[in-house]
Nanobody
Framework: QVQLVESGGGLVQPGGSLRLSCAAS???????????MGWYRQAPGKQRELVAT???????NYSWSVKGRFTISRDKGKNTVYLQMNSLRPEDTAAYYC????????WGQGTQVTVSS
C-alpha cells in the first residue's frame, strides 16, 4: 500500500514562493520506477485539476496556468517528489494533492496553499 504525505503548504504573499514535498512509502525501492507522480490542486467550489506530472520515464507535463512558474522534481533516494512554486498568484490558492499513478491511483491528504496579501 503506497502512502503519500505532503508538506510545505502555507500562507504566502503574491509573488512569493513555496516548495511542496510529497514523501512516498510502502514501495520497495524507488517509487518512481513504477509510478508516475503528480501534483493536483482543488480550489473551493472547483474540480480537482492537474498542476504538474512526471512519468516513470522522466517526461514532464505542466498545466498551462503554471508553466514557467512551477517546477516538479523528484529525489529517487528519498522517494520524494517536490513542487517548487514561484511567482505565486492569488488564483493559485487551493489544496494541493500528491498523486502516484500506475494501475491504481494513490493520493495524499493534501496541503493548503493560500496566496494573499
Amino acid at each position: 500500500q503506497v502512502q503519500l504525505v505532503e508538506s510545505g503548504g502555507g500562507l504566502v504573499q503574491p509573488g512569493g514562493s513555496l516548495r511542496l514535498s510529497c514523501a512516498a512509502s510502502g514501495v520497495s525501492g524507488s517509487i518512481f520506477s513504477i509510478y508516475s507522480m503528480g501534483w493536483y490542486r482543488q480550489a473551493p467550489g472547483k474540480q480537482r485539476e492537474l498542476v504538474a506530472t512526471v512519468t516513470s520515464g522522466g517526461i514532464f507535463n505542466y498545466s498551462w496556468s503554471v508553466k514557467g512558474r512551477f517546477t516538479i522534481s523528484r529525489d529517487k533516494g528519498k522517494n520524494t517528489v517536490y513542487l517548487q512554486m514561484n511567482s505565486l498568484r492569488p488564483e493559485d490558492t487551493a489544496a494541493y494533492y500528491c498523486n502516484a499513478h500506475s494501475r491504481v491511483d494513490y493520493w495524499g491528504q493534501g496541503t493548503q496553499v493560500t496566496v494573499s496579501s
